[in-house]
Nanobody, 123 residues
Framework: QVQLVESGGGSVQAGGSLTLSCVFS?????MGWFRQGPGKEREGVAA????????YYADSVKGRFTISRDNAKNTLYLHMNTMKAEDTATYYC???????????????????WGQGTQVTVSS
């Protein structure tokens, strides 16, 4: 059983930066960050392959956010720069149990989810 624990959320002003971390236990494949803003559906933010060689981003965060993972430390990261008010959301870490051919942001393809961490961006 894989467990995921996010941290690093908080409040930041527009234009600022924040880094989220997700410590994972167990064997994971592709991992991703998803978010759910107030009154919105949960959406994919970014994902990274097991070895870290392939990354995927939502258009809304390309060029501003960077996903990375350190498998030696069992930690997934999301570095967020030039943040906007619309980045305000609860951010979730997720992991796949095995190799999947689904799109990187297909939520049903992720077997494990963290509890979420709140990020608030004030303008």
């Amino acid at each position: 059983q894989v467990q995921l624990v996010e941290s690093g959320g908080g409040s930041v002003q527009a234009g600022g930066s924040l880094t989220l971390s997700c410590v994972f236990s167990g064997d994971t494949y592709t991992m991703g960050w998803f978010r759910q803003g107030p009154g919105k559906e949960r959406e994919g933010v970014a994902a990274i392959s097991r070895g870290g060689t392939d990354t995927y981003y939502a258009d809304s965060v390309k060029g501003r956010f960077t996903i990375s993972r350190d498998n030696a430390k069992n930690t997934l990261y999301l570095h967020m720069n030039t943040m906007k008010a619309e980045d305000t959301a609860t951010y979730y870490c997720a992991a796949r149990r095995g190799i999947r051919v689904d799109a990187w942001d297909e939520q049903r393809s992720y077997a494990y989810w963290g509890q979420g961490t709140q990020v608030t961006v004030s303008s």
